[in-house]
């Protein structure tokens, strides 16, 4: 057993979203252009995950291919029939358009939890398209948007992922927690950091923590530089809050949320992958998606999740450069197999 490991778990009541049970209380971050199908999918198989997630999906994007009749968002490519639960993020600003494809989502799509974004500062999303953590300085805007897409999904619970607020200068996520709250959202998300810190900094605890004392029903589930399972276990020691996301530190790691099930459960926790397991998981993970997708889908799922794989290797920067560049299933094996040991 490691040294992460507390004697025993902390007692985690159960966190649940509507009528959904999380558990392990650990859910894991949308995150755009990885937490696509193969990452999930690799995520399940290792367990851990109280809930997976997609990438965001634009709502305006969505309306627009199916007007073309040019198919699914490639963000949704697989989530017709993977596993549940299953939350599906949507980004937008217009409730209109929001809450028609909430309601796709949560009916033809079958999502477990549609999860709306008002955190992202990136600038297509914040800045052009005026969405994302640019609705934080006006909460009831929030509000009203949340509102529309309660009333569009029926029994399906839509929750809510923001930061801090827009700056500094400005935190408002006190009042856009009580606005989601107020509106039927079902759970709130925070990441401990603002819109313009973007990742710079730390994410702030303390004030991801002051945001219980504003939710009178529904659950606060804490973001933000979460790394290994210790820091898990001191979060829910230190923090009231009632679950956690994690995101950049399992992207290449899909394996973290069985280790912190495992921390979280009081159990040993379980070794990382040695290189050679990794190499030939990629591999295994490569064929399932060619046998879900085709080779053209597959290839374009595989190439962003494992250009994350890998850390410490030699030759990692190499691969990560092929691979992100690889046409065929051919190609892919042969940048897998230069660069992990083939043998355990
Ligand atoms: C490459 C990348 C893509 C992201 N995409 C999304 C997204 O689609 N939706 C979202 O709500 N947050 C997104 N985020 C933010 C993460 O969900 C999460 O809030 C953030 O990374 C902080 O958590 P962490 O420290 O565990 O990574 C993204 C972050 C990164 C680095």
């Keep these: 057993m490691e040294s992460e490991s507390g004697p025993s778990g902390p007692r985690l009541a159960p966190l649940r979203i509507g009528p959904i049970a999380v558990d392990p209380p650990v859910l894991q971050a949308p995150m755009a ?48 029939d993977e596993p549940r639960p299953l939350a599906v993020q949507i980004w937008d600003n217009d409730p209109d358009t929001l809450a028609e494809v909430a309601r796709r989502v949560a009916h033809d799509f079958r999502a477990s939890v549609v999860d709306l974004n008002f955190g992202c500062p990136a600038r297509d999303v914040a800045q052009k398209a005026e969405s994302g953590a640019y609705l934080l300085d006006d909460p009831p805007r929030i509000g009203r948007l949340v509102e529309r897409v309660v009333a569009a999904c029926g029994d399906v619970p839509v929750t809510a992922k923001i930061r801090l607020g827009p700056n500094d200068d400005q935190i408002t996520a006190a009042d856009v927690a009580q606005a989601v709250e107020g509106a039927g959202g079902a759970a709130l998300t925070v990441h401990g950091r603002t819109a313009r810190q973007m990742f710079r900094g730390q994410a702030d605890w303390d004030r991801i923590a002051s945001l219980k004392q504003f939710l009178k029903r529904i659950p606060l589930i804490g973001n933000g530089d979460l790394n290994t399972p210790r820091d898990v276990i001191d979060v829910f020691a230190r923090h009231p809050i009632d679950g956690v996301m994690i995101g950049r530190a399992a992207l290449g790691r899909p394996w973290l949320f069985a280790r912190i099930a495992a921390a979280l459960a009081g159990d040993p926790i379980p070794p990382e992958p040695t290189p050679a397991e990794q190499g030939r998981l990629l591999l295994e993970h490569l064929d399932l998606a060619v046998q879900r997708f085709g080779e053209r889908k597959a290839i374009v799922l595989m190439r962003t999740y494992a250009c994350r794989y890998g850390a410490g290797q030699p030759n990692i920067r190499a691969f990560r450069t092929d691979v992100c560049r690889v046409e065929t299933i051919g190609a892919f094996v042969d940048a897998v197999r230069r660069t992990f040991p083939t043998d355990a």
């Design 33 to 80: 252009g990885f937490t696509n199908w193969a990452y999930r999918a690799l995520v399940r198989r290792f367990g851990g995950v109280g809930l997976p997630a997609t990438e965001m999906v634009s709502a305006r994007g969505f309306v627009e291919m199916d007007r073309r009749d040019a198919g699914e968002p490639g963000r949704l490519w697989g989530v017709r």
